[in-house]
């Protein structure tokens, strides 16, 4: 088929390219609101780079939680794509022939768009990181099941018992200390916790809890207070898992990163707030804790909090992004296109 032209011409694939890779910048979720993904356009593909320039080096020096951000956003952009009526096969790479390629889109296809696909990327629009505690409204084992499963095959949900919640709260407040001992960890916190809205990156006061949660898994701390109201809600009915799966390396970080993408849309139309609790995983020492919780060949690449969100909290604010513009290079198709 002609995979230039769309939509009796009018509508170039390359165009579908960009949007696509516009709705991931716009939207996905990253580590501290790092977004550390650079998207290349083609006429007949779409690459995927990871921006080490904006990578956490003292906390994150391997780049797993960079290489999971870039996954959600590989998977927003495939949800983009569904949404416009086009499939593709995607080319996971690590290799070293082109520095921080993550992945490439190619083979696109016509599908027809269904009501599901619509939806979906709706919700990637409402999605959001929600850091206030839960109420105590438990979720249906039948809710938990649907979340599970949409992690799909290279990553797994586990669901923690009561006594592993107690371990999971102990490593996080371990991983804390530890990085309140560091100094460059504290300064890198600093650095991307101290935005106004406008500077399009890292986290602003208003996503941030007025006051720590009295919760028994402590949330992340981000060296400050913010502004966002933490109303009277807990953690007591949250039910905590790990994301999980064979490799511990980067084609496993980005598998398990669209696993996220996924869990997180599936669970957000379910009405369930979703809270990633990264830094446990960080830190070498807790995350061997996290791996005794599961069999022997896995590999745990993120803690979770699933709750319902307290019925009076209110809508919690949006996490600016920065614009598509500066983090899509469509120069590669312009000038084919225009050649
Ligand atoms: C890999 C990864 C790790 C994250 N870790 C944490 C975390 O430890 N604590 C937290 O409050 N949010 C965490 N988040 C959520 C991000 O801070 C959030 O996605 C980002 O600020 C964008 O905001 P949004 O999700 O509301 O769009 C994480 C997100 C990703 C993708």
């Not at 780049?63 to 998977?75: K, V």
């Not at 390629?101 to 599901?116: K, M, Y």
Request: glycine share 8%; hydrophobic share 40%; with cysteine.
């Amino acid at each position: 088929m002609n995979t230039t032209t769309c939509e009796s011409g009018r509508r170039t694939l390359t165009d579908v390219l960009i949007e696509a890779a516009s709705v991931a910048v716009s939207h996905a979720p990253s580590v501290l609101n790092t977004q550390p993904w650079r998207w290349r356009v083609h006429t007949d593909r779409l690459e995927l780079f990871a921006d080490r320039s904006r990578q956490l080096t003292a906390t994150d020096p391997d780049g797993r939680l960079l290489t999971l951000s870039c996954g959600t956003a590989l998977h927003h952009a495939r949800v983009a794509l569904a949404a416009r009526g086009w499939t593709c096969r995607v080319h996971r790479t690590t290799s070293a022939s082109l520095p921080g390629l993550l992945a490439v889109l190619t083979g696109f296809d016509r599908i027809a768009v269904t009501p599901r696909a619509r939806h979906e990327e709706y919700v990637l629009g409402v999605r959001h990181t929600d850091r206030r505690p839960v109420s105590d409204e438990r979720l249906a084992p039948a809710v938990v099941r649907a979340i599970a499963a949409a992690a799909g095959d290279r990553a797994h949900l586990h669901v923690l018992t009561g006594e592993q919640v107690f371990d999971l709260s102990a490593a996080s407040s371990r991983a804390a200390a530890l990085q309140v001992r560091d100094p460059l960890a504290c300064a890198e916190l600093r650095y991307w916790t101290s935005r106004t809205m406008g500077e399009g990156t890292g986290l602003p006061d208003a996503v941030l809890p007025e006051r720590p949660p009295q919760t028994t898994v402590p949330g992340r701390g981000f060296g400050h207070a913010g502004t966002l109201p933490i109303g009277r809600g807990h953690d007591r009915a949250a039910t905590y898992a790990l994301l999980y799966g064979d490799d511990d390396d980067p084609g496993g970080w980005l598998a398990a990163g669209e696993a996220l993408s996924s869990i997180w849309l599936t669970a957000t139309s379910l009405n369930v707030s979703v809270l990633p609790i990264s830094d446990v995983v960080a830190v070498a020492g807790t995350r061997e804790r996290l791996r005794r919780m599961l069999t022997a060949f896995d590999h745990p690449y993120l803690a979770l909090r699933l709750g319902i969100a307290e019925p009076e909290s209110g809508a919690a604010r949006r996490t600016p992004r920065l614009p598509a513009a500066q983090l899509i290079d469509t120069t590669p198709a312009n000038r084919a296109q225009y050649a």
